[in-house]
Every structure is written in structure tokens, then in C-alpha cells.
């Protein structure tokens, strides 16, 4: 089965995930990715931010003087 990576990757070192965990097992795992993901965002949030703008942000000034509804 093929799953799509948010990195983009294609390619490199598959991720087993055991098929017997136990919903306790899973939900262990979850809550350390969790966990992880708080960690990183506070030590970088800023970091991220500006990457996050200048990845999604248009750099063109476009003037909108209709309101959008």
C-alpha cells in the first residue's frame, strides 16, 4: 500500500508499523507524535511561521475592492 508523505519523499527507509499493536499501543504512539509535534512547534514556532508565510503567501500586492460574496 502507498501513502502519500507530506516531505514529498518517494523514497528511503520504510516505517513498519506492527499489524498486532493493541489500541493502547496505538494510542501511546500517537500521543508521543503529539507530543513531539508540541515540542518542535514551540522551540521553531517562529521560524515556522515565517516559513509558512513566505511558502504561502502571495508575494504579488493585488488589490481587492470587491468583497469576496
Given at each position: ?11 528511503g527507509?520504510?516505517?513498519l ?40 503567501i ?12
Amino acid at each position: 500500500m502507498s501513502h502519500h508523505q507530506s516531505s514529498g519523499l518517494r523514497h528511503g527507509l520504510p516505517l513498519l508499523i506492527d499489524p498486532n499493536w493493541s489500541p493502547e499501543q496505538v494510542v501511546a504512539v500517537i500521543e508521543l507524535l503529539d507530543d513531539l509535534r508540541e515540542h518542535i512547534w514551540s522551540h521553531y514556532e517562529t521560524v515556522l511561521f515565517d516559513k509558512f508565510h513566505s511558502d504561502r503567501i502571495s508575494t504579488y500586492n493585488v488589490m481587492i475592492s470587491d468583497p469576496p460574496f
